[in-house]
């Protein structure tokens, strides 16, 4: 098993910077990537940025790419997003989610660990 839990949301006006984190314990080794989604509760779950764990390679959706960075301290079991130039869309619940070697990433189901959520307001 894997736990994950998020922390670094809060309230931050339009153009502002957060820093979200991600702490993994427990079987760390058996994950094969890392993603951040968020929710709201008009939408589904979106995924928004991945990291596979070993080799650090990324992945960007479309809506956060150029804003957002995800990255990970494997020492630490740490994972990251940086978010820049935040805009009142981006307001929603972040969550980290670790999926290991069977499953598709675009695919929020085939996610085997989620953490709690981190809650992002974003002020216009």
């Known amino acids: 098993q894997v736990q994950l839990v998020e922390s670094g949301g809060g309230l931050v006006q339009a153009g502002g910077s957060l820093r979200l984190s991600c702490a993994a314990s427990?079987?760390?080794?058996?994950?094969?990537?890392m993603s951040w989604f968020r929710q709201t509760p008009q939408t589904e779950r979106e995924l928004l940025a991945t990291?596979?764990?070993?080799?650090?390679?990324?992945d960007y959706q479309p809506s956060v790419k150029g804003r957002f960075s995800i990255s990970r301290d494997k020492t630490k079991n740490m994972g990251y997003l940086q978010m820049n130039n935040l805009r009142p869309e981006d307001t929603a619940l972040y969550y980290c989610?670790?999926?290991?070697?069977?499953?598709?990433?675009?695919?929020?189901?085939?996610?085997?660990?989620w953490g709690q959520g981190t809650q992002v307001t974003v002020s216009s």
């Open positions: 989610a670790m999926l290991g070697l069977n499953g598709y990433y675009r695919d929020p189901s085939h996610y085997d660990y």
């Open positions: 427990g079987r760390v080794s058996r994950a094969y990537l």
């Open positions: 990291i596979w764990w070993d080799g650090g390679d990324t």
